[in-house]
Structures are given as structure tokens and as C-alpha cells.
């Protein structure tokens, strides 16, 4: 349930300029489609967020306007409502209210899910450095042994250039 709307609703009924609540229209923004709740003293404004709620849930309206007016039709005061901003705040309510057991428990599941994703990667990592000390260790065995090989190589062709100079000098 959304407690901005319900705080919205408590604040118009304890309004009474231009006069007392009497009605919340609800407009689709950008449509003529409007939707109206009738408001006495003993509405009860958890139920009539939540049937507002439900009604805009059910339109799949994205964003609309609220309008608290009086007896008269006069505006008291007006609210737009985001989809957004009323599912940040069921997750998030105000006032450190518990959450309902559903989202408490799919909040539980994303934060295992990601836990477990992180635990993967971080496998991943270690495993990738692991493999990448392997490869550096072969490749250091491998540049030592053509390092030796070259060296050896070098002394046979400097012993053949000093035995070619000494048979030229004789």
C-alpha cells in the first residue's frame, strides 16, 4: 500500500479550505478517462488508497492526477501519482512500517540470486588468476629453456668461428 496516497488522503480530509473532502477524482493524464471515490467521515483512507491503488494498477495508468475537491466541486489540492514513486515506496515505506511478507521475501531471493552471482564471479576471478600464474610460469620455463638453448648455440658457433680462424691463421 502506498502511504504517500494515504498521508495525501489524512491531509485533504483534515483540510477544510475551500471546504471539507467530499471526493477524489482521478485523472489519466493525457485522457478524458477519469475514475471517482466519494469520501465521508467514516471512510475508512487505508481501504480507499488501496482500491485507488488498484483501480490505477488495473488501468496499467503509468501516471495520473489526483484531486481532493470539496462539496462544491472546488479543487483542495491536487496529486500526481507515478508508478514508479508508488512502487519505490511499498518497497521503502516511510516511517520504518514493516514489509509485507512478499516483498520481504523476493528481496531475499534477489540479494541470495546476487550473492550467489557474486560468489561465481569472485570463483571466476581466482580461477582466471590461477590459470594466468600457470601460463606466466610456462612461459618463463619455456623463454629460460630457449634463453639456455640460444647460449649453448652461441658457444658452438663462437668454438667453430675460433676453430675456422685458427685453421686460416695455420
Known amino acids: 500500500m502506498n502511504v504517500r496516497l494515504e498521508d495525501w488522503l ?13 471526493r477524489v477524482v482521478v ?4 485522457r478524458a478517462e477519469t475514475w471517482t471515490f466519494d ?5 475508512d483512507l ?11 494498477r488495473d488501468a496499467n495508468c503509468r501516471r495520473c492526477e489526483m484531486r481532493a475537491l470539496d462539496a462544491e466541486g472546488r479543487v483542495i ?4 501519482y507515478r508508478a514508479e514513486q508508488a512502487a519505490l515506496a511499498q518497497v521503502l515505506p516511510a516511517g520504518g512500517l514493516p ?3 512478499e516483498v520481504t521475501e523476493s528481496i531475499t531471493a534477489a540479494l541470495r540470486s546476487h550473492k550467489s552471482f557474486t560468489v561465481l564471479g569472485l570463483k571466476g576471478i581466482a ?3 590461477e590459470h594466468a600464474k600457470q601460463i606466466i610460469t610456462f612461459l618463463m620455463t619455456q623463454n629460460t629453456t630457449l634463453v639456455e638453448a640460444l647460449t649453448q648455440a652461441r658457444r658452438e ?11 686460416k691463421d695455420a
Do not use: F, N, W
Request: proline content about 6%.
Open 10 to 22: 489524512d491531509q485533504m480530509r483534515q483540510s477544510r479550505e475551500p471546504g471539507p473532502l467530499v
Open 27 to 30: 485523472v489519466r493524464s493525457g
Open 39 to 43: 469520501v465521508t467521515d467514516k471512510t
Open 46 to 56: 487505508e481501504d480507499l488508497a488501496e482500491r485507488i491503488e488498484a483501480t490505477i
Open 77 to 80: 489540492d491536487h496529486l500526481i
Open 99 to 101: 514489509l509485507p511478507y
Open 127 to 129: 580461477e582466471g588468476k
Open 157 to 167: 658457433r663462437a668454438d667453430e668461428v675460433a676453430v675456422i680462424r685458427a685453421d
